[in-house]
């Protein structure tokens, strides 16, 4: 089995089936992450290049991790050290690379359709690791491979997303991806970070965050994505804790076994509070350890799967 395209640039143009695919791949290459010896040969031979123009811990450590476990060879490309400091454009150097033969581009930008550019005009496979406020997709996959192992069912489930949806990629692939598996999503948020008419997108929109977290399965934090913000979209840091900050009190108005999701990095005391990033509710270092698992199933997958 392999997915039946060149590339992995969203969530939105991904039919279930290829979603499910990747799940049910990631299972055993997790089976992979637990051994003594953390490696198998699928991808000997093949070159993998980390291509962040964005700062990074999570994505680019996990697929960093998930291509030597499959025996990739693996180059981390340092921008600030590199030619693009010297004006070189951002297609010259992906073209410099792939005439170094290799095979898989992991791409991180803050130009939103980046990773489309290239994935037309190379003939190594382009994977997005984020592009501007636009999709974040594998992202999106591990967080509902979290789910899947923690929840089992899509269909039904009712998740809030809390925070600032209109800069987040992560949200909007998680919503492409959601909505897509039968789940009920809600976004909770001030209306300045809201996307105009947000509900086409098949969500319920909530800006009082009590309200909107009552009764949900999954509460999903954001982080403020001040970069992206341009102009001030609040008062202040502390008002916007005040109103959007989970608290263990605000977690006890959704279902009792609820989980608490985060795609970090976290800011402690302003999006959520540390004792609740802390509990037994949180799968937040799930979500890290499942990373791993499932972009190697991406990788393997863009392969052909062999």
């Known amino acids: 089995m392999s997915l039946k395209r060149k590339d992995l640039l969203g969530i939105q143009d991904m039919p279930v089936e290829e979603i499910n695919l990747v799940l049910e791949t990631a299972e055993s290459f997790k089976e992979v992450s637990g051994r003594d010896i953390k490696k198998v040969p699928t991808l000997r031979g093949k070159t993998v290049v980390n291509?962040?123009?964005?700062?990074?811990?999570?994505?680019?450590?996990?697929?960093?991790?998930?291509?030597?476990?499959?025996?990739?060879d693996v180059i981390n490309f340092a921008v600030s050290a590199s030619s693009v400091s010297k004006g070189e454009t951002l297609l010259d150097t992906a073209r410099n690379i792939e005439a170094m033969q290799a095979d898989f581009i992991v791409l991180r930008h803050p130009m939103a359709g980046a990773p489309n550019i290239?994935?037309?005009l190379l003939r190594a496979s382009i994977v997005n690791a984020g592009d501007g406020?636009?999709?974040?997709?594998?992202?999106?996959?591990?967080?509902?491979?979290?789910?899947?192992?923690?929840k089992r069912e899509f269909k039904g489930l009712r998740l809030a997303i809390v925070g600032d949806i209109a800069h987040s990629r992560v949200a909007r692939s998680n919503i492409y991806a959601l909505t897509k598996l039968?789940?009920?999503?809600?976004?909770?948020?001030?209306?300045?970070?809201?996307?105009?008419?947000?509900?086409?997108?098949?969500?319920k929109v909530f800006y009082d965050m009590d309200e909107g977290l009552r009764g949900v399965d999954v509460i999903m934090m954001l982080r403020l994505q001040l970069e992206r913000q341009g102009i001030a979209l609040f008062p202040s840091i502390r008002e916007y804790s005040r109103l959007y900050c989970l608290t263990p009190e605000r977690v006890t108005l959704a279902a009792p076994d609820a989980l608490v999701m985060h795609p970090g990095p976290i800011n402690r005391g302003v999006e959520i509070a540390p004792e609740v990033a802390d509990s037994v509710s949180s799968v937040i270092l799930d979500q890290v350890t499942n990373g791993v698992a499932v972009r190697m199933a991406v990788l393997y997958l863009l392969s052909g799967g062999k």
């Open 118 to 120: 290239l994935a037309k």
């Open 133 to 150: 406020g636009h999709e974040h997709p594998t992202q999106a996959l591990l967080d509902l491979y979290t789910l899947r192992e923690k």
């Open 182 to 203: 039968g789940a009920e999503v809600r976004v909770i948020g001030p209306p300045t970070m809201m996307p105009l008419e947000v509900e086409r997108l098949g969500v």
């Open 51 to 72: 291509l962040f123009f964005e700062p990074s811990t999570r994505t680019r450590t996990s697929f960093e991790l998930a291509a030597k476990r499959l025996s990739a």
